[in-house]
């Protein structure tokens, strides 16, 4: 399976916008990149998912990079219910293991 | 959203006693789920992928006869842990996801299972 990097953590402003970062150098050109978000004790979260384009959504936005090897999930404006574990997982029609993911913490 | 409804949320028993845990797709169709294991300050562990109607498919190292799966339906999945043991106390998180394999896993909020 192809693998993914993330910081293990990274700390915000309340307010201000996050970028988080994600390389997957290894994906293949049918990988899908997929975030999900873990608050503690409770199951993860779908946030967004991508293959080669750039996405939106209510809860954030994915940017791909043109070669594929990496990604950017970004908070346009973090929240204290946004400190969670952020996951950055690649899917090929196959199943979804998760890494470490990076906890990002969000300052008042 | 999709909503994936997981019970009971906690559970604790005495070391010997078997645990089912069940996990519903409330709003579609679920034709794979699949069951996570969490420790503390880890991440998810995949324990084993269902498809409906076919016997489970466990990752290297989970024992079958110890984690049972059952998966009869396309809208419930479960899973009993048999003879516990305080080993196995962990987070449980169950996820399921429709036909298409490349659309999300939608995942229920997790059982936290204690042996005493």
């Known amino acids: 399976d192809a693998k993914t990097t993330q910081p293990n953590s990274m700390e915000s402003n309340e307010e201000e916008p996050v970028h988080l970062p994600c390389n997957h150098s290894?994906?293949?050109?049918?990988?899908?990149i997929h975030w999900y978000r873990q608050l503690p004790s409770q199951g993860p979260e779908y946030v967004i998912h991508?293959?080669?384009s750039n996405v939106n959504n209510r809860m954030a936005s994915l940017a791909i990079a043109e070669d594929r090897k990496s990604s950017t999930l970004i908070l346009h404006r973090a929240t204290l219910r946004d400190a969670a574990v952020y996951y950055c997982i690649l899917t090929n029609n196959n199943d979804m293991r998760f890494g470490a993911g990076t906890r990002l913490t969000v300052k008042p | 959203g999709a909503v994936v409804s997981q019970h009971p949320s906690r559970v604790i028993c005495k070391s010997g006693t078997s645990v089912k845990i069940e996990c519903r797709s409330l709003d579609f169709q679920a034709t794979t789920m699949f069951w996570y294991r969490q420790f503390p300050k880890q991440s998810l562990m995949l324990m084993a992928t269902s498809n409906e109607g076919s016997k489970a498919t466990y990752e290297q190292g989970v024992e079958k006869d110890k984690f049972l799966i059952n998966h009869a339906s396309l809208t419930l999945s479960t899973l009993t842990v048999t003879s516990a043991h305080p080993e196995d106390s962990s987070f449980y998180i169950c996820s399921a996801r429709a036909y298409n394999p490349n659309q999300p896993q939608h995942f229920g909020d997790g059982t936290r299972l204690s042996i005493l």
């Open positions: 290894t994906i293949s050109g049918t990988d899908y």
């Open positions: 991508g293959l080669t």
